[in-house]
């Protein structure tokens, strides 16, 4: 159950970079709620996954999806650059993610 912790973690830790783009485009108190409550609900996830994984494996995966989302959200919903050499290296963060959870 721990690496679902995880998985929720890293997926409120993307709401929560996107709200932080929210927040910066429409300063309402509605968007500052939902940051505040997305990045809390994520912190609250990675601690539950870390009664039982270790602190560094969990830290890295909920940071390897909070950045590897972060990019994702970007390309997707914001029109950021989706040059191949940025989805090379994205692709790197998920595969060491997921490399750290084959060896915890």
């Known amino acids: 159950m721990e690496w679902v912790?995880?998985?929720?973690a890293g997926?409120?830790?993307?709401?929560?970079?996107?709200?932080?783009?929210q927040f910066n485009k429409k300063r309402t108190i509605l968007s500052l709620?939902?940051?505040?409550s997305a990045f809390g609900l994520s912190f609250f996830f990675l601690s539950l996954a870390m009664v039982v994984l270790p602190m560094a494996t969990a830290y890295a995966v909920?940071?390897?999806?909070?950045?590897?989302?972060?990019?994702?959200?970007g390309m997707i919903y914001y029109g950021e650059s989706?040059?191949?050499?940025?989805?090379?290296?994205?692709?790197?963060?998920?595969?060491?993610?997921?490399?750290?959870?084959f060896v915890s």
Not at 86 to 98: E, N, P, Y
């Open 5 to 8: 912790w995880v998985i929720f």
């Open 62 to 73: 909920w940071t390897g999806i909070g950045a590897a989302g972060g990019v994702l959200v």
């Open 11 to 21: 997926l409120f830790e993307m709401a929560g970079v996107a709200m932080i783009n």
């Open 33 to 36: 709620i939902l940051l505040i």
């Open 82 to 101: 989706r040059h191949w050499k940025r989805i090379f290296f994205l692709s790197l963060i998920i595969l060491s993610a997921v490399g750290l959870k």
